[in-house]
């Protein structure tokens, strides 16, 4: 089957789009446990728009990329949030550093920075997918907002692995991906990244009886 | 046949349709809604039946009220109906396509909500007060987001006049065909859609007895044949805002040209797109709780920021 490089331009596009989309939902939810079905969510579009990329440029190393997202982003790092959560004893995020509707703002400002930051570059590229670089770069800038904007440690931690899954985008629209080996070590490090970030937020609850990384700026006897 | 008597008819045309589909899709939700909740349910036929017996009952006016308050139900009326004659239906010439394109649209809609919010005032009571105070907020946080969902699909069309954009689009002659800022300005129209007809996540239609109440809390004090036409605008508001989602969007279908054979064809499938969309509102209804109050500024937010989005990625993705 063969798509024409408009089309399948058009659909990495309409993939992107779809991530940045559910980086807003993650930015509007309050719920714990819904910002990691987000994540998951954002992964699983991640995981579309590679293997949609490798099946485009014929790069048989990004389907091993895309199949290693699919497994550790959308499966494994879910769960493990998933248990963390459960221990705690807050559902839901009622107090934010940025209210819900300014930090959507924010967000729509940062999306128009990426823009007009990558204005330039967009047109020196040949590549079928650099259109997705200012959405790669917007997802980037709305994973560190959220780390921001939010008290939770596990909200915290979904933020900054938004921000890797844009960087992923962003390598696999700027140059059709890393060198596997690369891409290998950032997988494993994202891994032990998540799993320690769970450990570090279960450590928190047992001391402090909270998430609340506000908690940590503050000596204790 | 003379350009004059055409559209003369062509306006009477869709008058009635508009009118006689509106009750419809009122009582297909309520039908919808009645059944997931393992009830019988009225017959979908059963608002046109509350209209007729709210037409022929005597109303009663308060001492207390002005000139407004039995001037709004005519005027909310007739600015719905003059906006549902600005959105394509069953055919892309809009009858009262010369006069108006998407603002004039968005400002008859505005038109009929700012007079019903001084009517919710006007009797004085403190649950129309309340009522009005409440559709203020509402109205003014979805106004700019449908204004910047209607802006990105004008830019891929190249016009803000409804019957050109749907043309176009049913044709696919001369459109942007990237599908982001329509996917971006779909989902932010939806949700402006749920929030101006007052549908569950933002209010919930079926009840006269709650604080929460919207609507129902600004029209608590009609009745007869005033509260007929308040409870026919509101259908038709939701007719209108269906046609447009889904001859917008989805525009396959609609009779391009004047031959009678494409128009019934056109008329029967518009009938059958707003029914399936309203089956989806239906279906909304039943998954989700409402919103508490002060929560319908981040849903109203996200509506705000998919259409700026949508917006931005047409600039974005045009290169």
Partial sequence: ?221 | MSPIIQSLLLVTAQVIVLLTVSPFLVGLIRKVKARFQCRQGASVFQPYADLAKLFRKQPVISTTTSWIFTATPYILFASTLSAGLLVPTFTTQTPLNFAGNIIALVYLLALGTFFLILAGLDAGSAFGGMGSSREAIIASLTEPAMILSIFAIALTAGSTNLSTIVHKTALLEGIATDPSPHLMALAALFIVALAETGRVPVDNPATHLELTMIHEAMVLEYSGRYLALIEWAAGLKLAVFLSLIANVFAPWGIATTLAPTTMGIGLVVYVVKIAGLAVLIGVIECMFAKLRLFRVTDLLGVAFILALLGLLFFYILRS
């Fill in chain 1, 1 to 221: 089957m063969q798509i024409s490089p408009h089309t399948g331009s058009q659909l990495v596009d309409l993939c992107s789009a779809l991530l940045l989309l559910t980086c807003f939902a993650i930015v509007a939810q309050r719920r714990l446990s819904a910002c990691v079905d987000l994540f998951a969510l954002q992964s699983a579009f991640l995981v579309l728009t590679a293997a949609l990329v490798a099946f485009l440029t014929g790069n048989p190393h990004i389907y091993i990329a895309a199949g290693l997202t699919g497994l550790i982003k959308v499966i494994i790092i879910p769960r493990v949030l998933k248990k963390v959560i459960e221990r705690l004893n807050v559902k839901r995020e009622l107090v934010m550093n940025i209210n819900v509707p300014a930090g959507l703002l924010i967000c729509g400002a940062l999306v128009m920075l990426a823009f007009f930051i990558t204005q330039p570059i967009i047109p020196l590229g040949f590549l079928l997918t650099r259109d997705s670089l200012a959405i790669a770069l917007a997802i980037v800038l709305i994973g560190f907002f959220t780390m921001i904007a939010r008290q939770k440690a596990v909200t915290q931690l979904v933020g900054f692995l938004v921000m890797e899954n844009g960087l992923f985008l962003g390598a696999t629209a700027a140059t059709y991906g890393m060198p596997l080996i690369v891409e290998l070590g950032v997988f494993f490090d994202v891994l032990i990244a998540a799993l320690i970030a769970g450990i570090y937020t279960n450590r928190l609850q047992d001391a402090f009886d909270s998430v609340d990384t506000t908690h940590l700026t503050v000596l204790k006897e």
